[in-house]
Every structure is written in structure tokens, then in C-alpha cells.
């Protein structure tokens, strides 16, 4: 499940992996994934220029997703 | 920075940015970015306004390609847990894949991803195995390991080098004949060093990077 790719990607990448939390909006066509890491792990999950952002929406984009539904990964801070 | 510095060629390259300054080392010694060290140097007062970023690099020279040829002794712990991040993403994608070693060199890993799901773990133009090999590289760097990993299937990357080295001499024949100049698609460093040193030794033409971001265009140009 995508909720469970996220989690696994972004504890492999921070500091404080008992910090991240991701909470799943089911929508009508897509599922948004609201991402909350802690505060000194933002920039590790963003990345320089997005990339590390961009390349976790890029694998959620490939996976193999139930129902044909978009993920969409949201970062709060 | 590193200490032993007789192993180590130093040259200085500037720039309107510490990028642009990057990418100009990247380009004029054909390197790869993971291949130096910069420090940056104080600016130099030069013009009124302009304040260019000064960067002093160093890198192995010439010696290294032979270092690198060479394999490197397998070191298991690293290499099981690398692949055990890279299985794991995959299957928790909704995929079955089997990744084993491809090479091993001196600070890189080579993986192979087998999957009967290979063309969707590659992706257009080759950015879902991109974004697998960053994310890597990223969890990588973690783990204290001075190590870069490169991640391919169905030998994707050096179908994909001939490919752009093709695509670079057809478009080089046609400046060539026209006598107009070709913009190329916008490439990464590592993509356009591949056309640049391609094209070296054609004769009739020149090659120039334009652009500011990380992924710039290069201009093939007729000479007289």
C-alpha cells in the first residue's frame, strides 16, 4: 500500500524515523498522503532543489496502485 | 578536505553561482561530480558589481580510470543491506524483483534489478530506476559508506548512452550540412559530458552548454 511505501522510503532517509506519520486522505480519484516528519528532518525529506520529494512522488507515481486511484504525497510543516 | 594532497590535482573554476562554478569543473575536466572535492575560495574583487563564487577543486587524475577497472573486494554487509533496501522499496511498490551485483569498483556499486515488471521499474526516459538509484544513494550516504551505487535493468544505462551518442553525431551531420544551429534536449551533467567528448573530434562543429539549472541544453554549432 502506498501509505506503507512512504513510510518505509522516508524512515530510511531521517534522523528521527519515530517522527514520521503519514496520514491518508481518501479522496474520490486520488489518495493524498499527508507526510509529518520532525522539524530537523524536513529539509532531508525535500531535499536540494526538491529531488528527494520529487524522486518519492515519482516511485508512488510507478507503484502499483489498487483501483487505478492517484497518490498524492503532500509534505506539512 | 583531503590532506594527502600530492595525490590530488587542484584547479580553480568561477561563477555567477557555486553550480554554475560546478558545472563548468564537471564539463571542462569530463569528471564526474562524486569524483572531487571543492572548497570554496574567498571572491576576488574583480568588477564593481559582480561578485563571482570561486571554487577550488580536487580530484584524482588519470590514475583513477586504472583504479577503477579494477574490482573491488566485496564487502558483503554494505552490499546485502543496499540490497535489501532496494528489494524491499520494489516489493512494497506492488513489484517482485530480484537484485544481485552487477559490478564492483573502487567507491561504486553496480545492482541489477530482474523483474518481469522491468519496463515500469525503468521508466520513461529512464527516471522511475533514476529516482530507485537516488533514493539509494541517499540511504547510502547514511550509512557512513563512501560509496555510490548505480542502479540498472535490462541494461538500460548503456542502451541509453549509445542511444544520446547517436542521436549526437545524426544532429552533429545535420549543423554540419545545414550550417544551422541544433539545440539538443536538456541533459544532466553526466549526459551532456557524454556528447561533448562524442563530438570532440568532429570536425565542422562545436558544442556550448546553455542554461542555468542542473539540467542544461547543448548548442551544436557549424564553424566556418
Redesign the interface.
Known amino acids: 500500500m502506498e501509505k506503507d511505501l512512504v513510510e518505509y522510503i522516508v524512515k530510511s532517509l531521517v534522523d528521527f524515523p519515530d517522527d514520521v506519520a503519514v496520514n491518508v486522505v481518501e479522496g474520490e480519484k486520488s489518495t493524498i498522503l499527508e507526510l509529518k516528519v520532525a522539524t530537523e528532518d524536513i529539509g532531508k525529506v525535500i531535499g536540494k532543489q526538491g529531488r528527494i520529494a520529487k524522486a518519492i512522488r515519482t516511485i508512488l507515481s510507478a507503484s502499483a496502485t489498487k483501483g487505478g486511484k492517484r497518490a498524492v504525497l503532500e509534505i506539512l510543516d | 578536505m583531503p590532506s594527502a594532497t600530492e595525490k590530488y590535482m587542484t584547479r580553480e573554476f568561477e561563477g555567477r553561482s557555486e553550480q554554475e562554478a560546478i558545472s563548468k569543473a564537471v564539463e571542462e575536466l569530463q569528471i564526474e561530480r562524486e569524483d572531487f572535492d571543492i572548497e570554496i575560495l574567498p571572491p576576488k574583487r574583480k568588477g564593481f558589481f559582480k561578485k563571482n563564487v570561486r571554487i577550488k577543486i580536487y580530484y584524482n587524475d588519470g590514475n583513477e580510470e586504472n583504479l577503477e577497472e579494477n574490482e573491488a573486494p566485496i564487502n558483503s554487509d554494505f552490499e546485502n543491506q543496499v540490497i535489501e533496501?532496494v528489494t524491499?522499496?520494489i516489493k512494497?511498490?506492488?513489484?517482485e524483483a530480484k537484485v544481485s551485483v552487477n559490478f564492483r569498483k573502487e567507491r561504486k556499486l553496480g545492482l541489477n534489478i530482474e523483474s518481469d515488471n522491468s519496463s515500469?521499474?525503468i521508466?520513461r526516459k529512464g527516471?522511475?530506476l533514476?529516482?530507485?538509484q537516488?533514493?539509494t544513494n541517499?540511504?547510502v550516504g547514511?550509512l557512513d559508506q563512501d560509496q555510490k551505487v548505480i542502479i540498472d535493468s535490462e541494461n538500460y544505462r548503456l542502451r541509453h548512452e549509445e542511444r544520446i551518442i547517436r542521436m549526437a553525431y545524426k544532429t552533429a551531420e545535420q549543423v554540419k550540412y545545414s550550417g544551422r544551429s541544433r539545440l539538443l534536449e536538456p541533459m544532466n551533467p553526466f549526459e551532456r559530458r557524454l556528447v561533448h567528448t562524442a563530438l570532440n573530434d568532429f570536425q565542422g562543429i562545436e558544442t556550448k552548454s546553455e542554461g542555468d539549472s542542473?539540467y542544461k541544453q547543448i548548442r551544436i554549432i557549424p564553424i566556418k
Do not use: A
Not at chain 2, 512494497?92 to 513489484?95: A, C, D, F
Open positions: 533496501f524491499t522499496l512494497k511498490m506492488g513489484y515500469i521499474l521508466g527516471k522511475n533514476d529516482s530507485i537516488l533514493l541517499v540511504f547514511r542542473l
